[in-house]
């Protein structure tokens, strides 16, 4: 029987015994939640997350400037987990808000949320045409009227109040902001917040579908600072894998996580998901069969729900020619997915749109530029088959 069967009888049989022989543990049920590096990323602190050190000290550098921080990165790659966890940490998590927005999300329930954190105990009610009276030139200190004279909008004095209120520093996070449908209202409201409050309050914006996030953007108030998640670099996914399935009491070696890491990369939404298949909900009987079918359903999962749905987006940047987006990776793949900075831009030359492309492919996280080696790179080995595929006509 080798390892990963003995490992697997004993899910099967219920128990655990853990590596230093202290300790027995029941075995995990199904609907158990994963812990450590891999648990839920609205439960996790600084210590759960992993190989992010250099993206925390950017991001401590923007909170140190009182502008709007826009964070992009594709889906699964580990921005809400990331803020989550250095935010709580910096600010503790009395000063954070992170609201998980639904199309359906308004300034009001913001609001709410403030109130309940600074225990504001009046009745504020963001009027529904809040934009349209911040177009007439109101500010949010001394809005009392609206445009036809009327005293209905000393709810907006009572936001500034309630603002006034925090003490300390505060932040406020909205995750996959772009599903807002009309951003005019948290337009005018980040505006005022930068301008009147910026001494206290930070403001946070996250985006997955990054060409949407672009385009929301276009004509934003105040201009933001920007910062991109890409997949972890391979040593640091290689430790993410070994470490988090250690810490779920099941161990592999170094080697065994070289060849996870060999199959599912290291976009720490894929990896979470893998372990998940494996840890909680495989069957076991078959450890082999079980990795091989978590394996495909990551791939599925990862493919086609978030890449190939923002990459569609990403084509139709390019009316004229769709076909131009892949240039850059044409070009990538062609030298084993990495090409200096002066050779990608010698190959592109005669085309300023493919130059273009290559641009967004880096602030959306695709394409990974090494400002220590001037490369361009696309080094995650699920990206590189997703990709692999792609440029075969394999998906469409």
Request: charged residues 35%; neutral net charge.
């Amino acid at each position: 029987m080798n390892y990963y069967e003995s490992k697997a009888k004993l899910f099967i049989l219920g128990a655990q015994i853990l590596v230093d022989g202290e300790d027995i543990m029941v075995g995990r049920d199904k609907q158990d939640e994963l812990r450590g590096y891999f648990m839920r990323s609205d439960k996790k602190n600084w210590n759960n997350i992993y190989g992010r050190e250099n993206e925390r000290r950017v991001l401590e550098s923007f909170l140190r400037s009182n502008r709007p921080i826009i964070v992009k990165g594709f889906r699964r790659v580990g921005k809400t987990s990331f803020l989550y966890g250095a935010l709580t940490d910096i600010y503790g998590k009395d000063n954070v808000i992170f609201k998980k927005v639904k199309r359906n999300t308004s300034l009001s329930d913001i609001i709410e949320e403030l109130k309940q954190k600074t225990d504001f105990n009046k009745s504020i009610l963001v009027p529904a045409s809040y934009s349209e009276s911040k177009s007439v030139g109101f500010g949010l200190t001394n809005l009392g009227v609206n445009a036809e004279g009327t005293k209905s909008y000393k709810a907006i004095d009572d936001v500034d109040k309630l603002l006034s209120k925090i003490r300390g520093k505060f932040v406020i996070v909205l995750d996959e902001f772009q599903r807002i449908e009309d951003l005019s209202e948290f337009e005018n409201f980040i505006e005022d917040v930068f301008k009147s409050h910026g001494e206290k309050i930070r403001i946070i914006l996250t985006g997955s579908e990054v060409s949407l996030v672009e385009e929301k953007l276009r004509k934003f108030p105040v201009k933001p600072n920007y910062m991109t998640l890409y997949p972890l670099q391979p040593d640091d996914a290689v430790e993410f894998i070994k470490e988090g399935f250690n810490q779920n009491e099941y161990k592999i070696t170094e080697k065994q996580a070289k060849d996870f890491y060999s199959k599912i990369g290291g976009i720490p939404g894929a990896v979470i998901e893998f372990a998940e298949h494996i840890i909680l909900n495989s069957d076991l009987s078959d450890i082999d069969e079980a990795i091989e079918k978590a394996i495909n359903e990551v791939e599925r999962s990862i493919f086609d729900y978030n890449l190939d749905k923002e990459f569609e987006k990403i084509e139709n940047l390019f009316d004229a020619d769709p076909e131009i987006a892949y240039k850059p990776i044409w070009h990538l793949k062609w030298n084993k997915w990495k090409l200096s900075s002066g050779e990608m831009m010698k190959r592109l030359s005669s085309s300023e749109i493919a130059k273009m492309s290559l641009k967004k492919l880096v602030e959306y996280g695709y394409i990974y530029y090494d400002e220590k080696t001037k490369t361009y790179q696309i080094f995650d080995p699920l990206l590189q088959k997703y990709f692999e595929q792609k440029l075969s006509g394999g998906r469409k």
